[in-house]
T-cell receptor
């Protein structure tokens, strides 16, 4: 089946630094990828929809300058948390859509971000 | 407004018991998709099922079964003869257009040996 690789699995950084998370579709091309955020013991909240070659569409309340999304190719989307602060600590998950005669979503394994 | 409601926050059962997870959704669209995902402690999301709004046929896959009722806007999930490995958080999700998923709050299932 289709595989979505997310890297890194976890990252610890100092407050004020920027962190980049990569989401790759390994064996298929994904024109659309999604970024979710999950706080401990809570549901996944959609942050933004990433479209290859165009600007990402952010959900209400998500700071686009804080969470930079780049979808430069059909197999790679990146989420950069800029000037991270402790409140940005969270679990971030990406997903990619694939049309298989019935569109399906495949999720990455997630990235745990801890900002000290 | 909450689009997907999973009223049960936590469910604890003893191994071999059946467990049913409730999911109620809200949408004005006639075409939509419903999903169930499993999130084990490791964090990744495991796809369990996708059902489109025109297919109300119930489905069984091994020990898993799903009951989709449009009349009550429900898409319930049952694990039969639960096992310890079933312990996880289970999410119900709704997609109305463009594959943006709205997730329910999740139900934590703990299966005790």
């Amino acid at each position: 089946g289709a595989v979505v690789s997310q890297h890194p699995s976890w990252v610890i950084c100092k407050s004020g630094t920027s962190v980049k998370i990569e989401c790759r579709s390994l064996d298929f091309q994904a024109t659309t990828m999604f970024w979710y955020r999950q706080f401990p013991k809570q549901s996944l909240m959609l942050m933004a929809t990433s479209n290859e070659g165009s600007k990402a569409t952010y959900e209400q309340g998500v700071e686009k300058d804080k969470f930079l999304i780049n979808h430069a190719s059909l197999t790679l989307s990146t989420l950069t948390v800029t000037s991270a602060h402790p409140e940005d600590s969270s679990f971030y998950i990406c997903s990619a859509s694939l049309w298989t005669g019935g569109e399906k979503l495949f999720f990455g394994s997630g990235t745990q971000l801890s900002v000290l | 407004a909450q689009k997907v409601t999973q009223a049960q926050t936590e469910i604890s059962v003893v191994e071999k018991e059946d467990v049913t997870l409730d999911c109620v959704y809200e949408t004005r669209d006639t075409t939509y998709y419903l999903f169930w995902y499993k999130q084990p402690p490791s964090g990744e999301l495991v796809f369990l099922i996708r059902r489109n709004s025109f297919d109300e046929q119930n489905e069984i896959s091994g020990r898993y079964s799903w009951n989709f009722q449009k009349s009550t806007s429900s898409f319930n999930f049952t694990i039969t003869a639960s096992q310890v490995v079933d312990s996880a958080v289970y999410f119900c999700a709704l997609s109305e257009a463009g594959y943006k998923l709205s997730f329910g709050a999740g139900t934590t299932v703990t299966v005790r040996a």
